[in-house]
């Protein structure tokens, strides 16, 4: 006979899309007392506080929401601790988490980290894995401790890299993972194993800088095809045009030879070795595009050197 999980009080901690799934599959299976996240942001063209993602899901669920600025402060803090909570969540949140608000929980804070530890501990691990050329990764359910990403794991899973994926498609199925892994997590928590993570094989995965987007054509093929997966679709790798700024946001690796940017068929271009074929595109103020819908308004790059 099987016995029906605990239902636990959680206090869930997160920002993006990539942490809404995981709040959906929580909030079925456990009370969720309070959701943590950001604070809104100006966006759009009014600039207007919008609130993140998780925000807006929180509420459309009718759980409660706080969005401070910091954790620091005696108040903050004390506030955490009230919730009298039995574990926090926390995946992609973006606050530090001082030791007080570690220790509150009865069970502690679990993290959902995207990668498989300790590779790719820190801010982007998704792109990071692509743009490295990584064979797979996954997703880690880790105790967290004072040190960036270093706890204990409670469980991890594995999926390959496709050559097709961007950071988009491997987000959504990431996302996907944590959610069901968290679960799981907490249907045995009292049952699982912390393992300490090994001391070889630690890598960082530094936040995207916006600086790292301008395509360097002087690479191999494989590495800038990589580099444009990586950083799609935000913030999009790109290159100068004779039309101007051109975002680049799905290429492969094929077979070509000439000087580095130029475009020798189509939107087939030169690399340092090799070549790649541009599939999707971007002009500045238009929707993304295709080749052969791009090559219509533009006339035939055929010999262009893009920058």
């Known amino acids: 006979m099987t016995h029906p999980t605990p239902r636990l009080r959680v206090i869930f901690m997160g920002t993006p899309d990539f942490s809404v799934a995981a709040l959906d599959a929580v909030h079925a299976a456990h009370d969720v007392i309070c959701v943590y996240t950001q604070p809104p942001r100006p966006a759009g063209r009014g600039k207007h506080p919008r609130p993140t993602p998780v925000h807006q899901r929180a509420e459309a669920l009718g759980l409660r ?19 009298d909570a039995d574990i926090a969540v926390v995946v992609a949140y973006g606050l530090i ?23 790719w501990r820190g ?23 004072a040190g960036l990403d270093t706890g204990p794991v409670l469980l991890r899973a594995a999926t390959p890299i496709l050559e097709t994926d961007t950071s988009a498609t491997l987000h959504d199925r990431l996302s996907e ?10 249907a045995q928590i009292d049952s699982l194993v912390p393992v300490p993570q090994p001391v070889d094989g630690v890598t960082y995965a530094a936040k995207i800088d916006k600086s790292e987007a301008q ?26 045009a004779p039309f101007g700024r051109l975002k680049l946001l799905d290429a492969r690796a094929v077979e070509g030879q000439g ?27 238009k929707r993304a595009m295709g080749p052969e819908e791009l090559l219509r308004g533009t006339g035939a790059l055929d010999g262009v050197v893009l920058g």
């Open 177 to 186: 993972m944590g959610a069901r892994l968290i679960t799981q997590a907490l």
């Open 215 to 240: 395509v360097d054509w002087t690479q191999c093929a494989e590495a800038v095809a990589r580099h444009i997966r990586s950083l799609a679709p935000f913030p999009g790798a790109w290159c100068m």
């Open 123 to 145: 801010a982007a691990p998704i792109q990071r894995a692509i743009m490295a050329g990584d064979a797979e990764t996954g997703v880690c359910i880790m105790q967290m401790e």
């Open 97 to 119: 988490l001082p030791e007080a608000v570690l220790d509150a929980p009865r069970l502690g804070c679990l993290n959902i980290h995207a990668s498989l530890l300790p590779r």
């Open 65 to 83: 929401v706080r969005h401070p600025t910091s954790l620091k402060s005696p108040e903050a803090q004390a506030d955490f601790v009230a919730l």
């Open 259 to 285: 000087a580095p940017g130029q475009v020798l068929s189509g939107l087939i271009v030169a690399c340092g070795a090799g070549a790649v074929e541009l599939r999707l595109v971007q002009r500045e103020g």
